[in-house]
């Protein structure tokens, strides 16, 4: 069948909305219309051409849609069924998905690295010459074919515009806090970065009943964001040391995923306290890390990916979240942009506004 998809075909090129060849459903499979999709800190690595990654590639991972089709083998769906991507479609045979972390599958790596999807080739072509998918995904488009045990039911609870959102960013950033950093009732949590994980990371904490949460963001517009959903204190970097003057966080998440920001987040950490980085480096980063931090200061440092959990189980106690108001999602949706202007959607993300960039294929 036909659809309409945004093609990346390298750093500094603008992406091309085309008419490309997809695939029918395979028997485990469901054929999803998409109508939202959030633009991603990873579709702006690959932007970037800090990642490299075949081409042409259809970007994209943060989606929510209607199913329109199901394959053969498929019973936990119906067409009109509106669902969440979670964008990983696991082995659920390797000992990371056998310890209930599907993002980390090796064959999920595997795939996201060759722009395939993990059991097979993309589905998606273009003159006969395959055309790949962004995380296994590439959902920037309007039709989209995935692994029915991906597309998670989201019934009425949010509208998909701000369901999107749940796929990527709220997963990673809510997980982390509730399912990584594990704050105690009333500790001090500081987290790095107000972007759309950052944010999401904000909420974790207030949901997870932090006494005090700490942001710390470049941008005061961000800032201003990050208080209005639940951060009890706001800085900049340079403004830091003055905030934590008098209470030193029991845990820190960082949410960019830089060398800088992640040793700023370890330092600020109490001594005892646990850091998690969440936000993914550019290739080839490396860390410079003081040992007395772990020895002395017994700190530890850890990662979260993908929220920590496997989404078929975290995202239903998101959507509770959701329903009971303490999750939000609307006030985190930015400027959104229809499929053709794909091109301004992803400058509108690289300048680092507030709210996540939304297409709407
Ligand atoms: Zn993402
Ligand atoms: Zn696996």
Not at 290 to 295: G, H, I, T, Y
Request: charged share 20%; hydrophobic share 40%.
């Amino acid at each position: 069948m036909k659809t309409r998809a945004a093609l990346f075909h390298g750093a500094g090129r603008p992406l091309e909305v085309r008419e490309i060849e997809l695939d029918e459903p395979r028997h485990h499979e469901v054929l999803v219309r998409i109508a939202a999709v959030g633009i991603c800190g990873t579709d702006l690595h690959v932007v970037k051409g800090e990642w490299d990654r075949p081409k042409p590639m259809v970007l994209g991972h943060e989606g929510a849609g209607t199913v329109e089709a199901i394959g053969a083998a498929v019973d936990s769906l119906q067409p009109g069924d509106k669902v969440v991507l979670s964008w990983a479609p696991s082995c659920g045979a390797c000992a990371d998905c056998r310890r209930g972390r599907p993002a980390a599958c090796i064959e999920l790596q595997r795939a996201i690295a060759a722009g395939t999807r993990p059991d097979g080739p993309t589905g998606m072509s273009l003159d006969g010459e395959p055309v790949y998918r962004g995380t296994a995904t590439g959902a920037l488009s309007e039709l989209l074919t995935v692994d029915a045990g991906v597309a998670l039911p989201v019934g009425d609870d949010a509208p998909l515009k701000h369901a999107a959102l749940l796929g990527c960013a709220a997963l990673t950033g809510v997980g982390a806090v509730l399912f990584q950093a594990r704050p105690d009732p009333g500790a001090t949590v500081l987290v790095v970065g107000a972007g759309g994980v950052g944010l999401f990371c904000v909420q974790g904490a207030r949901i997870a009943g932090a006494g005090a949460i700490v942001c710390v963001d470049p941008l005061e517009a961000r800032l201003e964001q990050a208080a209005r959903i639940g951060a009890t204190s706001t800085a900049t970097p340079e403004g830091l040391p003055q905030t934590l003057r008098e209470v030193a966080p029991d845990g820190a998440v960082d949410a960019v995923g830089t060398p800088q920001t992640t040793e700023l987040a370890l330092r600020w950490t109490r001594n005892g306290g646990r850091t998690v980085l969440v936000g993914l480096p550019a290739a080839g980063e490396r860390l410079d890390l003081d040992p007395a931090e772990f020895v002395r200061r017994e700190k530890e440092l850890t990662g979260s990916m993908y929220g920590s959990e496997d989404p078929r189980r975290s995202l239903p106690v998101l959507l509770e979240h959701v329903r009971s108001g303490a999750l939000e999602l609307e006030p985190l949706v930015g400027p959104t942009f229809a499929l053709d202007e794909v091109n301004e959607a992803i400058d509108a993300s690289l300048a680092g506004l507030p709210g996540r960039v939304i297409v709407t294929p």
